[in-house]
């Protein structure tokens, strides 16, 4: 690749180097940092700091050069506070509500169901909510709400099926140990029983190989494969078989989109929407970066794309701003709900500011749109992706 | 280092030296100044940290329903004080203002190299 841009951490590693050897005051990188030195986060890496009080986290597209994400640059998403103790020795996960035999399970006897393993792309459903115009409330996610992990621990299925769901058991609940503040509801929610009983719907342990870390749901979590990251339940400590879907501020009005598409402003009826479920097709260009400023020649336009339940079977590039496009080469590794890395290389000799753009489409005939498809909380941003760079 | 100072300085709470010489990092950020900024900071800051706030670009309409939202949540906010909240976000948290560029955490002395897990 002709790019003369490097990494964010070779451009801190070049800068520090630099004032050292200027004697420069610190105020020199004031800029390249522009809220002041970076944030120290045990076990975490380089992320964007969404929020330190709840934790959310944000990838840097950057780092989306591998299929598995490296857990200290997985993006890390809450609504509350962590459970400030986790033991896993004192931990329960109970299983009632519609079943014949309410059963509990420690760790160990949870770790005595088969284990499977998935490769899933994990999504917050408000990954890219900082694009929509005009903005929306909530955190304001660009786009690195979203990493890819081989998941593993038993199956849901086994587990409800050793309690027994009796007929009237639709929905199946879960609930986390995170800590509520104030008033606050808590979030509990709930999926239909046909994904519960998916045999890639998992109680996940186990994230690329470990434990789960603390900020990734420790020592259980459910892992509903396909699906924005909110079905995935962390810290998990009560499943419950519904017969009706869970009644909760984090099922309606939370993730919840509107039936019809709808302008800002416009008033949306509850009974004219409906849950956040799978994810949406989807590209995002992981280098060269935005803005970055490239010599002339060849230059290696690569990223990701993921599609939820869906396969990808497409990614297109545009480095005419759209009027033309050209397939990308997709790498051999995939799975069926995890993204594709892709590339693509192009030749730029003209001078000046260019538009990359990417474009996948997927195994259902969904293609990402031009333009952002705007709701009222910001859900499922999947518009074409697109960098600018400054070629010499 | 910040971070390792300050963790030593609360399990040593006796020790003057540690306790004078370590200054806690800094982990969250502040709101801006201004007539309603300690007001604010005891409505919100309890619950959650300023940068949730800072991020925001909301129009008056929004803040308003937010400020309502987060009353029903908990937040300590006098019905006098209500108005004058709105205004203090949506005048320092208006779609206009430049876009919010978010800290990064450090990076980690080992660089997580790609592994085929």
């Not at chain 1, 409800?160 to 639709?170: C, D, E, N």
């Not at chain 2, 100044?33 to 940290?49: D, N, R, S, V, Y």
Request: charged share 20%; proline share 8%.
């Amino acid at each position: 690749m002709s790019t003369t841009t490097k990494s964010r951490r070779e451009f801190l590693k070049q800068m520090s180097r630099a004032a050292l050897l200027a004697g420069a005051a610190p105020s020199m990188l004031a800029w390249a940092l522009p809220q002041g030195q970076s944030v120290p986060f045990p076990g975490e890496d380089d992320m964007l700091l969404r929020s330190f009080r709840f934790v959310d986290l944000e990838s840097p597209v950057e780092y989306f050069d591998t299929w598995l994400t490296p857990v200290p640059h997985f993006f890390v998403r809450n609504h509350m506070y962590e459970p400030r103790e986790l033991d896993a020795n004192d931990w329960r996960l109970s299983l009632g509500g519609e079943v014949e035999k309410p059963l509990t399970l420690n760790l160990t006897e949870l770790e005595k169901f088969e284990t499977h393993s998935v490769v899933n792309t994990l999504e917050c459903a408000g990954n890219g909510r900082s694009l929509h115009r005009p903005q929306v409330p909530g955190i304001q996610w660009g786009k690195g709400a979203v990493g890819t992990a081989r998941f593993a621990g038993p199956l849901l299925r086994d587990i409800l099926q050793r309690a027994g769901i009796k007929p009237t058991g639709k929905h199946v609940m879960f609930r986390g140990l995170d800590e509520v503040p104030g008033k606050v509801p808590p979030f509990i929610r709930s999926i239909p029983i046909e994904k519960a009983l998916d045999p890639d719907t998992l109680i996940a342990t186990h994230m690329n190989g470990s434990p789960l870390t603390k900020h990734h749901g420790f020592p259980g979590r459910a892992l509903v494969p396909g699906w924005v990251g909110a079905a995935s339940c962390k810290w998990l400590t009560e499943i419950k078989v519904l017969d009706s879907e869970f009644v909760g501020n984090f099922m309606n009005p939370g993730y919840r989109l509107p039936n019809q598409p709808v302008k800002p402003g416009d008033t949306v009826k509850p009974e004219d929407t409906h849950p956040v479920t799978a994810l949406s097709v989807k590209s995002v260009i992981a280098g060269p970066s935005d803005g970055a400023n490239l010599k002339a020649g060849k230059v290696t336009v690569h990223g990701a794309a993921w599609a939820g339940e869906a396969d990808i079977v497409k990614v297109e590039i545009s480095a005419d701003g759209g009027a033309s496009w050209s397939p990308a080469k997709l790498a051999h590794e995939q799975s069926h709900y995890a993204w594709r890395l892709w590339s693509y290389d192009c030749k730029i000799g003209k001078a000046g500011e260019h538009t990359i753009q990417s474009r996948a489409t997927d195994s259902q005939g969904h293609t990402q749109p031009a333009t952002p498809v705007w709701n009222p909380s910001g859900y499922l941003y999947n518009a074409v992706d697109q960098v600018k760079i400054y070629v010499s | 280092m910040l971070y390792k100072i300050s963790a030593l300085a609360l399990l040593m709470p006796a020790s003057g030296l540690v306790a004078q010489t370590s200054v806690p990092a800094k982990v969250t950020a502040d709101l801006p100044a201004g007539p309603m900024q300690a007001k604010a900071t005891t409505a919100c800051l309890e619950c959650h940290e300023a940068r949730i706030i800072l991020q925001q670009r909301l129009s008056k309409p929004a803040w308003t329903k937010e400020v309502d939202k987060m009353a029903k949540w908990g937040a300590l906010v006098d019905p006098a004080d209500r108005d004058a909240l709105i205004d203090y976000l949506s005048t320092n948290f208006s779609p206009d203002k430049p876009v919010y560029e978010p800290q990064r955490t450090a990076v980690e002395k080992k660089a997580s190299a790609p592994k085929n897990y």
